[in-house]
């Protein structure tokens, strides 16, 4: 189920909490919880109802500019019916605490294991050390980028990547990847001695809602947190090649997420 992510803010500030689609039948279930930017959403309910019978106050909780747009946005597919969806907002995403939590040794030798049989299922052959020791010299690097090093297309590899993420290996950033703490004690625990590793960014990373353009414009000048972005104004960050009003606005809502802002 996509949502944009002003829309997720939204749901998490709590001012959104429907929205309306139109399915041939339903996609979600009460109760199912997806992750989502912004941590994770709780399906709430899910009715079918009749377009006609819609009022402002459904387009207000679904974030539509007038009930005319939600109308207008419901009118496309006309002939699956439309399903009115709660949504909550349910909490961070657990993989971010597991990302954090560095592993002791007997932790360490169950992630491997879990790693081992990952290997064994692959039709491709053993992977999981490959890709965990490309993103870790590799951070920040495009996914297409690193497919080609290692000979794979991107599809595949980047789903491979995601079964690192959910084992709390791997961290996406706005461009590519990188290991998190709990990822490179595992890499180490297979070296002689542990790799020695730029010191981790602090503060708060880019949105990745903001495009690869503009996180490139803004990794040119030195800006890779949002603590960063607040050194800059709106309108120095437009005059950047790359950095559109989309992004602007995205970097504004995460900044006041936080309780930043840019500069005046």
């Known amino acids: 189920m996509m949502i944009r992510p002003a829309e997720l803010a939204a749901i998490k500030a709590g001012t959104i909490d429907l929205a309306f689609r139109r399915w041939a039948r339903p996609r979600v279930v009460v ?19 009749s377009v006609a019978s819609l009022r402002a106050e459904d387009a207000q909780r ?11 946005a419901l009118s496309a597919r006309s002939g699956d019916p439309a399903w009115r969806i709660g949504l909550a907002y349910a909490g961070p995403d657990p993989r971010e605490a597991l990302r954090a939590a560095v592993p002791d040794a007997e932790e360490i030798a169950t992630i491997v294991a879990r790693l081992d049989r990952l290997d064994a299922s692959s039709a491709s052959g053993a992977w999981t ?7 870790d ?13 290692v000979g794979r297309e991107t599809a595949d590899f980047k789903k491979d990547v995601r079964k690192l993420k959910e084992l709390g290996l791997t961290e996406s950033l706005a461009i590519g990847y ?12 297979g ?18 809602s903001i495009g690869a353009p503009a996180t490139r414009a803004l990794r040119e000048v030195g800006v890779t947190t949002l ?7 709106a309108e120095q960050l437009a005059a950047m090649h790359g950095v559109g009003p989309i992004a602007i606005a995205r970097l504004g809502e995460a900044l006041a997420e936080r309780g930043l802002a840019f500069s005046t």
């Open 62 to 72: 679904a974030g539509a500019p007038s009930l005319a747009a939600l109308k207008k």
């Open 129 to 135: 050390r490959e890709t965990l020791d490309l993103i």
């Open 137 to 149: 010299l590799n951070g920040g690097v495009r996914a297409p980028e690193l497919a080609a090093q």
């Open 178 to 189: 990188l290991l998190s703490p709990r990822g490179e004690a595992v890499v180490d625990a």
């Open 227 to 233: 603590e960063h972005v607040t050194a800059y104004s």
């Open 31 to 49: 109760g199912t919880r997806m992750r989502a930017g912004v941590g994770l959403l709780e399906v709430t309910s899910v009715e079918q109802v």
């Open 191 to 208: 070296l002689a001695e542990p790799r020695v590793r730029a010191p981790r960014e602090t503060g708060t990373p880019l949105p990745r």
